[in-house]
Every structure is written in C-alpha cells, then in structure tokens.
C-alpha cells in the first residue's frame, strides 16, 4: 500500500480525521497527526514543510532524486523529502503568515472568552438550591404514600347505589384525631387522600334527586381523607427550608388558609386524565366526579376544580417543581394574620428563584415555555378555589350533625360554626 491519496481535495487544516482514511504520515509512513498544508502528516513533516516554505529554501538531492522517505531517513535527504511533501498535495498556500497566526490566535482566545462569558451568564442551580430541591423531595417523599395505604383505616367510604362497605380495621375515627388537634403535634407520615371536602358541602347541591337521610353518605370517608392530609400538609410544610424560622402564629396562619390549596395540589398526583378521576388505589379509593355529586357536591367548587386538576396535569411538572409549587403555596406573604411578611416573602423569594433556575436548567422545551407563568396562574386559580371551599364548607358547618361528622383537626384548621 502507497501512501493513499491523503487528503488532496480536503482543504480544510482543522478537519477531523476520517475513520477511513490510516493515520499515517503521506511523506515518510510515520504516525500522522491530522491534515497539515492540505496532506495527512505527522508533525515532523509538517514543520519541516513549513519551515522550509517560509525560507524558500532550495535543496538538492545528494544521490539520484529518488529517495523513498521513511521515518528513520528523512532526515537525510531534504530535496527527495520536500519533493514528497508537494506531490501528495501540501500547499504552500495553507501556510499562514506570522500576521495570520497571531490574527488567528487572537481569535480563538475571543472565542473562548466568548464562551467563557456566556458559560458564566447561563443559569446554573448552585449546590445550595439543589440542597433545597432536595430536602423538599424528600419531605414530600415522606408525606405522601403512592400506595395510599392508609385509607382503609378512614371511616369507609359509603355511595349511593353501590354501597360497598369496608370492615373497618379499628376505630380509627373522629377521635382518634383528638389527640391530633394540635396540628403541629402531628408527625410527617405516609399518606395521601386526594379529594378533599367533596361531600363537605352536600347541602349545597342543586342536584334535586338528592337529600333525605342518604344525604352526605361520603362525608365521614371524605372528612377522615382531609383530616388526614392536612396532617401531611403540615409534615410538609415543617421540613420547607425557612418555615421553622418564623413564628409559630405565623406558621399557623400560613397553614390553615393555605392548607386545602396544598391539598388541591398534592391531590394531582393521583388524578388521572383518562376518566377524570382520583384514584387512590383499590376501587373503594377511586373518587369519580360522579361520586362527589352523589355527595351532593356543589359544582360551583367541582368544575372549577376538575378543570383546574386537568390544566395542572397537562403541565407535566417534574416532581422538582411539584415540591417547589407546593412549598411556595404554602409561604405566600399575603395570607390573612400573617405578621412577619417581610421574612415570609423572604423565603418565597428563595423559593419562587429556585423554581425559576430549575425550570430554565433542567425542563426542556417545548415543555418549559411559559411554564414559570403557567405555574404562578395556577396559585391564582387556588385562590379562587379556597374561596368557593371556605363558602361551602362555612355553608355545610351550619348543621351541627354535618360538623359531627367532621374532626377535630379539620373543624380547627377550616373553622367551626356551632361553637
Ligand atoms: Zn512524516
Ligand atoms: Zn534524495
């Protein structure tokens, strides 16, 4: 094999080598480094081809004019040699002047410096925002169980036609949240329920077919499920980074006017698009729109609600940012009794920046346009929501054997109207 016709249509110096092409030097057989002045050489050849250019150096072959070149001799014959070097196509024409090379130096380091700059100006999620992202999954991780294990201790769940009935496990019921009522007593443990007060406002039903004694047949399943994730919610919300910092009035009023949106939220992990439905596990903890209106729901709190659970789901957050909506849910400056509003919008700050930097670092498009905005709408979206929840449920307490059904923690958390 002869040296190949290394690279004489290929005018670029910086081309990468190709796979096919052997890496051998195309004047003496030595290992090649790349295209040198339009020739795959190996750097001796190179510099000797430029060396020689730039000195226009004339040689003359001391034997016959025909000396085949190899790495050990070519040292020895500098005509045969530069001979080579311009029939398997070096350029002289490649080589740049000394002006070139500085001008091409300088370019290089610009780019550099260039990318330097813009590498540094490009979002990044320092250790400490991570450390925060990561402290939230976890306190999630420990409030919230996929397997929804838990439910079968609630009160059963009771519906119209289908009364299906759940033997109970213990007496795991209204009293036994007394113990809890003090909602900063309660341990994060695993548990979530998805649909919260459903039933709570079955009174307010424009649904005619409904009332009687069937009446609010769900409301102590439904009642124990919100009791019981409001006891999630606040595990949550005392491992937010910055929450134990501030008072313990304020952490109380930040949670109970919070504490159904975060249940809102939280509940769209186990909403499924396919028949607009909570499923909670078994069939006995699937909550279908259809259950809540036998509840006598009022659908000025259910449309608005399922819609809001689509639109949430549609978003495909990444767990990341599930956590971050929640916890900036829960630290909003503006609820009602809140003293320190400075350090409050300090930590919602904190928060709301490492949403910010996640959603521009790690969510890729077109999933990340507009996300940011798309996520602060649904916070507006919960407010109005927790205003048609307080409604209803300030409706429902009214009757004071609709507020037996409930808990203590939930009657104290939402309010009491008979006491
Ligand atoms: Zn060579
Ligand atoms: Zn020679």
């Given amino acids: 094999m002869e040296y190949m016709a290394a690279g004489t249509s290929i005018p670029d110096v910086d081309m990468e080598f190709d796979k096919n092409i052997p890496r051998i030097c195309g004047v003496c057989g030595d290992k090649a480094t790349g295209f040198h002045f339009n020739a795959m050489t190996c750097e001796g050849c190179k510099g000797f081809f430029r060396r020689s250019m730039k000195r226009k150096a004339v040689f003359t072959c001391p034997f016959n004019a025909d000396c085949r070149i190899t790495k050990d001799n070519r040292r020895h014959c500098q005509s045969c040699r530069l001979k080579r070097c311009i029939d398997i196509g070096m350029m002289k024409e490649f080589i740049l002047t000394d002006e070139e090379v500085q001008r091409k130096r300088e370019m290089i ?3 550099k410096e260039e990318e330097a700059q813009r590498e540094s100006q490009r979002p990044k999620i320092s250790e400490e925002q991570q450390q925060v992202i990561n402290i939230l999954l976890e306190a999630h991780k420990k409030t919230f169980d996929t397997t929804y294990s838990d439910f079968s201790q609630f009160r059963p769940p009771v519906r119209e036609n289908t009364t299906r009935r759940i033997t109970r496990s213990s007496s795991v019921q209204t009293q036994s949240y007394s113990s809890d009522s003090d909602p900063f007593n309660s341990s994060p443990e695993p548990s979530e329920y998805s649909f919260f007060s459903s039933s709570l406002f079955g009174d307010c039903s424009s649904d005619g077919s409904l009332g009687g004694p069937n009446d609010l047949k ?52 186990s909403f499924s698009l396919e028949d607009m439905s909570w499923t909670c596990g078994s069939e006995d903890f699937k909550y279908k729109v259809d259950d809540v209106t ?11 609600l399922v819609k809001f659970q689509v639109g949430l789901k549609k978003l495909n957050l990444h767990e990341e940012e599930h956590v971050l909506l929640m916890a900036i849910c829960i630290l909003s400056p503006d609820r009602p009794g809140v003293q320190d509003k400075a350090l409050v919008e300090a930590i919602q700050d904190r928060l709301s920046s490492i949403l910010q930097t996640y959603i521009l670092c790690k969510h890729p498009p077109p999933g990340s346009r507009l ?49």
């Fill in 109 to 111: 380091m610009k780019r």
């Fill in 218 to 269: 769900m409301l102590p399943h439904l009642a124990d499920l919100v009791s019981y994730s409001i006891q999630k919610v606040i595990g949550f919300a005392k491992m937010i980074p910055g929450f134990r910092d501030l008072t313990a009035e304020d952490q109380i009023a930040l949670l109970k006017s919070s504490v159904i949106e975060v249940i809102m939220l939280r509940s769209n992990q």
């Fill in 294 to 304: 036998q509840a006598g729901h009022n659908l000025e709190l259910l449309e608005p």
């Fill in 371 to 419: 996300l940011y905005p798309k996520m602060i709408q649904k916070l507006a979206d919960l407010r109005s929501l927790n205003e048609e929840h307080s409604k209803q449920y300030r409706f429902i307490t009214f009757k004071p054997e609709h507020s037996t059904m409930l808990t203590p923690l939930v009657l104290e958390v939402f309010g009491n109207e008979i006491s």
